[in-house]
């Protein structure tokens, strides 16, 4: 039997005008097309938010604290989706007689000035999250940034910038490009990562959720893991002592320390570990130093009370999670579920995953997104039009033996239609 194991090709991500904030090069180049300088194709409309827009639409508002509860005191918060909408449930229903059975979604409007709206089918399955699982990582980064400098946000955005970390073999090995700009010469190219690849924090994290590079995950996690450990030595921790540190530390202990930096976070905002877990590093590479613990598994409830956090701004803080929606903006080539034309103008925060399996044994023509043991494909999406319209969608499915990337792009234009032709009765 010959499994084959394969994550979900992505998009690039973060608002073109974020390259002084950030330090990300690609930005710049992107910047630099969209003044004519470079001649390549121009992003969509949808990809052109300028930093300054980007919100967060339940921040301070009543709405947002409608979706939490307090647990200890007034500090700790846990979310808590609202009870779903016959009419909005009604209309989801309607769009699945003829999908497969696995399919299975949560969905939230948010729009302003409208009652939030909840519906779901099958919120509480479980899947493999693949690549989505990207998204506790980004989460538990900025956890330990805001351990390390808890109360300054511009240190940790200097930190990320300015911290230049080699790749190694935690780096190694995944199919995916990354991007290399040299804003000097110009010189532009995507190649996959190598062990001696430097880049920043940022273009680390840039390059896990815009590309969905799994080295570039392995990496921020490790760096997360040692933020987790050194607390402010981490400042000047030097290569060969991180090298030592992961040496000479028993591995069971390594096991506990990496799945408590990518799932207390999770825990903190009440998702819990049925609704989504991440217990493996993302490359060989790693997890040959750092064993996985637990299993991996998301449903989409725990995935969209992850969305609610970010958007009430209590993934970590308020600055935190505006930043990790930053980088969740699209600004380049969409596919699958983002690819609908309805998203064309629309500003769309995503991440997606994929994981199949083959036995070839039984099905010699088995190949990508089209695994017959197992075919997991998923995408977390906030969508934003200009007309005020906001929503937020969880969507998992297990679909063997298909790709099944038509229908989720079909699927994309159904809930985007059912939500934007909302009208109050």
């Not at 992003?43 to 930093?51: D, R, V």
Request: hydrophobic fraction near 40%.
């Amino acid at each position: 039997m010959v499994f084959l194991i394969s994550p979900l090709v992505e998009i690039s991500a973060y608002p073109i005008d974020g390259y002084l904030l950030t330090g990300i090069r690609r930005l710049l180049r992107l910047e630099r097309i969209t003044k004519g300088e470079i001649k390549d194709t121009p992003p969509i409309k949808g990809a052109m938010k300028s930093i300054h827009d980007i919100k967060l639409h339940l921040y301070q508002t009543n709405r947002g604290d409608s979706l939490f509860l307090a647990t200890i005191g007034d500090t700790l918060m846990t979310a808590n989706l609202p009870a779903v909408d016959p009419e909005f449930q009604k209309s989801l229903n309607a769009l699945f007689p003829n999908l497969h059975e696995s399919y299975s979604i949560s969905l939230m409007d948010i729009t302003p000035g409208r009652p939030i709206r909840y519906a779901s089918r099958q919120e509480d399955r479980g899947f493999q999250p693949g690549s989505v699982g990207k998204l506790a990582v980004i989460s538990g980064l900025f956890c330990e940034l805001e351990n390390i400098f808890p109360d300054s946000f511009a240190l940790r955005q200097d930190l990320m910038r300015k911290r230049m970390v080699k790749g190694g073999a935690w780096a190694v090995y995944d199919e995916h490009t990354v991007p290399f700009y040299d804003p000097e010469t110009g010189n532009f190219f995507k190649r996959q990562v190598q062990e001696k690849d430097v880049f920043s924090l940022y273009e680390w994290a840039d390059h896990m959720l815009s590309v969905s590079n799994n080295g570039a995950a392995s990496v921020v996690w490790r760096e997360a893991i040692l933020m987790r450990v050194f607390g402010k030595k981490y400042l000047e921790l030097t290569e060969a002592e991180a090298n030592e540190y992961f040496k000479t530390t028993p591995k069971s202990q390594l096991s506990e320390i990496a799945n408590s930096v990518v799932n207390e976070p999770l825990r903190a905002l009440g998702i819990t570990e049925n609704e989504w877990r991440l217990g493996l590093l993302f490359t060989r590479g790693a997890s040959n130093v750092v064993p996985g613990k637990g299993g991996s598994i998301g449903t989409p409830r725990g995935l969209m009370k992850w969305m609610v956090a970010l958007e009430s701004g209590r993934l970590i803080d308020p600055a935190s999670s505006l930043e990790i929606k930053r980088l969740m903006y699209m600004t380049d080539r969409r596919i699958r579920y983002a690819a609908n034309a309805s998203l064309k103008d629309a500003a769309v925060y995503f991440k997606s995953g994929s994981l199949y399996k083959c036995d070839r044994s039984t099905m010699p023509n088995c190949g990508k997104y089209m695994g017959n043991v197992t075919n997991y494909m998923n995408s977390v999406a906030i969508i934003e039009h200009g007309d005020s319209t906001v929503y937020m969608v969880a969507l998992m499915t297990n679909v063997l033996r298909k790709n099944s990337n038509i229908d989720h792009n079909a699927l994309a234009g159904k809930v985007d239609k059912l939500v934007t032709n909302y009208s109050p009765k």
